[in-house]
């Protein structure tokens, strides 16, 4: 699929300006106010989207809301939302190398990761979720006789839906997939520096015979658009991944308005230990680099922090120094890089602060800190190992969201713990070890969302992704997710 001729054929596609997608209609911003899309390839002019008004917020919510209450989408049979959204599926998919350049032109995620975990991926969770909403039901309580109790599961109703740059279809499909089977209609808010595919599969959603009003995309500023969203009181439920700053706002919003369920994803500074009995020490180097470099480490599983045990910690730090050497930096559309572009030059800047705050505490940069490729005009970073790193380290606690590795060394299991749950998040972890009994161990022990065990960052559909402390609460993926948006009604008939 990744055709260099096609793929060089769509980088120079120009892009008409895009437009909102509310009610079905392709509109400008109410004011007629646009956001440049800058690529983060080469700082080049891509497009423009609307800058969108708290007006186009509400209108958006309003054909929500309408599509809701009086559309007949949550009224629909299962089995028909079913085959529309697949459709669109299928429609997803029949574009999804246009899709996937399209997407990496916008945010700068290397070709061979974008096509897989963006297009594809959100064509697998739409089909995923399509397929199941017909084979659940609710349940008949087992009440003493003379009563009957049944548990009807309902569309919980218009479902605010903000989502963040780092794989805007992917993460946009864990939320619309369910979302929209269980029939709930959505407002979603595509973040500044990613709005284009998700505007591009709302227009293939109505192809598909999606009624309209049931997806309305507004692009647009967190602090309009997105706050609009937050605040109305015609919301019923608010799914979010991004930053924990957010997510605090979110939460405000909802309590001072109509305290609409809050559902959050956010980051991580997730920890991967190395114990020095790991079964295969070239597929963890291997598998580390990659679990933090690729995406130029804007992925929010990324195992940022590398905990190796003390007496295998030089050794590990230098081939993976080695390896990650080998690792090629550069245009996200050649299909043999391994990273693409940062996605916007505010975020290469605060990458490269904290390489150097590092590096004014005297800790050791091993490789990387630098920007590189200056002259394409786009923002690259070099992946960046550093050692000699302190658990308070701002480098050790606070989520950099770039390609940025902080080391750190551990002496005991106890140790390893201990310096693994010592920050604020809970996202995902990863231990290497050949010792089962160790595994099971630190498994347990670990509080994260999930624990890789001798390996980094593997999951598909079937299981839940979501996490603990300040990395957010429910889940997004697996049958789980429905529980988001399908409220629980009982009904209590007496015999
Ligand atoms: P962000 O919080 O700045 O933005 C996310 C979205 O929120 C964007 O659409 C943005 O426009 C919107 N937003 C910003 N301010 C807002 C406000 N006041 N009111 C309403 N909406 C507002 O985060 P980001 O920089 O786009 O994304 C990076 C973050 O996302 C990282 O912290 C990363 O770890 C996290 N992330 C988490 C997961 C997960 O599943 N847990 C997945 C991907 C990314």
Request: charge should be negative; proline fraction near 5%; hydrophobic fraction near 45%.
């Amino acid at each position: 699929m990744l055709d260099p001729d096609r793929i060089e054929a769509l980088r120079n596609q120009p892009q008409a300006p895009a437009s909102h997608v509310i009610g079905g209609e392709l509109r400008p911003a109410s004011d007629g106010t646009v956001l440049e899309v800058i690529s983060p390839i080469d700082g080049s002019l891509l497009t423009t989207v609307p800058k969108g008004t708290r007006e186009d917020a509400e209108a958006a919510i309003a054909a929500a809301r309408r599509a809701f209450d009086e559309g007949g989408w949550p009224e629909m049979a299962p089995a028909a939302r079913k085959k529309i959204l697949l459709k669109w599926a299928d429609l997803i998919e029949a574009n999804a190398l246009e899709l996937a350049v399209l997407g990496v032109r916008d945010n700068g995620t290397e070709i061979g990761m974008a096509l897989k975990a963006e297009p594809m991926s959100a064509v697998a969770t739409i089909r995923y979720y399509a397929e199941a909403i017909d084979k659940i039901g609710g349940e008949i309580a087992p009440t003493a006789p003379g009563n009957l109790g049944l548990v009807h599961k309902e569309p919980a109703g218009v479902v605010g839906a903000i989502v963040p740059w780092n794989f805007p279809l992917m993460i946009g499909a864990w939320k619309l997939g369910p979302a929209l089977a269980a029939g709930c209609t959505v407002v979603l808010k595509p973040a500044e520096t990613a709005s284009l595919t998700l505007l591009r599969i709302a227009e293939l959603a109505l192809e598909a015979g999606l009624p309209a009003g049931v997806l309305n995309v507004v692009t647009g500023e967190g602090a309009v658009v997105g706050d609009a969203i937050a605040r109305s009181m015609e919301v019923d439920v608010l799914v979010f991944t991004g930053s924990g700053a957010t997510g605090r706002r979110l939460l405000e919003a909802s309590a001072q308005s109509n305290m609409k369920r809050v559902y959050l994803e956010l980051g991580g500074k997730s920890p991967n230990i190395v114990f020095a009995d790991a079964p295969d020490l070239d597929e963890a180097v291997k598998v580390s680099a990659n679990g933090i470099f690729r995406n130029s480490g804007q992925v929010c599983v990324a195992g940022s922090r590398l905990l190796v045990e003390r007496s295998l910690h030089d050794a590990f730090v230098e081939k993976l120094s080695a390896f990650t050497e080998t690792m090629k930096v550069g245009d996200p559309l050649d299909p043999a890089v391994s990273a693409g572009a940062v996605n916007s030059l505010r975020q290469l800047e605060q990458n490269l602060a904290f390489v150097e705050e590092a590096r004014a505490q005297g800790r050791t940069i091993v490789t990387g800190g630098t920007r590189i490729l200056q002259e394409t005009g786009g923002y690259y970073m070099a992946p960046t190992i550093v050692t000699d790193v302190k658990p308070d380290d701002r480098i050790a606690r606070e989520e950099v969201f770039g390609p940025v590795l902080a080391v750190l060394p551990f002496d005991t299991e106890d140790e390893a713990v201990a310096i693994a749950n010592g920050t604020d998040y809970g996202l995902a972890a990863a231990v290497w070890t050949g010792n089962l009994s160790r595994a099971h161990r630190m498994i347990r022990r670990i509080r994260a969302g999930v624990v890789h065990v001798n390996t980094y960052g593997g999951s598909d559909l079937t299981v839940p992704l979501g996490g603990v402390k300040q990395s957010g609460n429910g889940h997004d993926k697996s049958l789980h997710a429905f529980e988001k948006y399908l409220d629980l009604k009982t009904a209590w008939i007496k015999l």
